[in-house]
């Protein structure tokens, strides 16, 4: 978790966009991940990106990458209190294995 | 089908006992993770197999032994436990083979007390 930094707390209202933020320090990384984990439960894929992309969008979600900065952000539109949850950033060199390392998590809290 | 599944959910143990937690996918997959999810949420790749063979092995004391009977298991031990050993350990699996996407699966977690 040391080499990908997020902020630990994000609090919106219903109906407004969250953006959750991430630095990583590896250049090298090939891919770059958004997990969520709802109370109690595991870690679910949201979404990815190659190291070569800019943008993805993906439905409420937005995902941009500035690979100058090392900097990776999660926008979710229309955030509905079903986001509420733990969202990691998580990056990847194709080692031939997920070798994922993850940052701390950002805890994201939707109030209606 | 739970494609990722562990056991125990929970476990609530002495220090200095020995305890194994299992775990199985039925995705087929050909690599399976133990994570361990401390009381801040971090997240840290303890161990990896693909294949029934070792390929990440992190800094973990060797008091920890994981074993792979078959691709679709893989089973934690902890011997001699110790008050830093509570957490969260999640399995997770993934198909490294044929086509590179690093998604994990991971399971529910198996939330282990140590008193």
């Known amino acids: 978790g040391e080499d990908v930094e997020q902020s630990l707390f994000l609090s919106v209202r219903e109906g407004d966009s969250s953006v959750i933020n991430c630095t990583y320090t590896d250049s090298s990384s090939t891919y770059l991940y958004w997990y969520k984990q709802e109370p109690g439960a595991g870690l679910q894929l949201l979404t990815y990106?190659?190291?070569?992309?800019d943008m993805k969008q993906d439905q409420r979600l937005t995902v941009l990458l500035n690979k100058k900065d090392k900097h990776l952000s999660l926008r979710i539109a229309d955030t509905q209190t079903g986001d509420s949850a733990i969202y990691f950033c998580a990056e990847s060199m194709n080692s031939g294995y997920s070798t994922l390392t993850f940052g701390k998590g950002t805890m994201l809290l939707v109030s209606p | 089908d739970t494609a990722v599944s562990q056991t125990p959910k929970y476990l609530v143990t002495q220090m200095g006992n020995d305890k194994s937690i299992k775990c199985e996918q039925n995705l087929g997959h050909d690599t399976m993770y133990w994570y361990k999810q401390d009381s801040k949420k971090f997240l840290k790749i303890m161990f990896s197999y693909n294949n029934k063979e070792l390929i990440i092995n992190e800094t973990v004391p060797n008091r920890f032994s994981p074993k792979s009977p078959d691709k679709a298991h893989l089973n934690l031990h902890i011997n001699s436990l110790e008050l830093g050993d509570s957490a969260v350990y999640f399995c997770?699996?993934?198909?490294?083979?044929?086509?590179?996407?690093?998604?994990?699966?991971f399971g529910e977690g198996s939330r282990l007390t140590v008193l």
């Open positions: 990106i190659f190291s070569n992309m």
């Open positions: 997770a699996s993934s198909q490294e083979s044929g086509g590179y996407t690093g998604e994990l699966f």
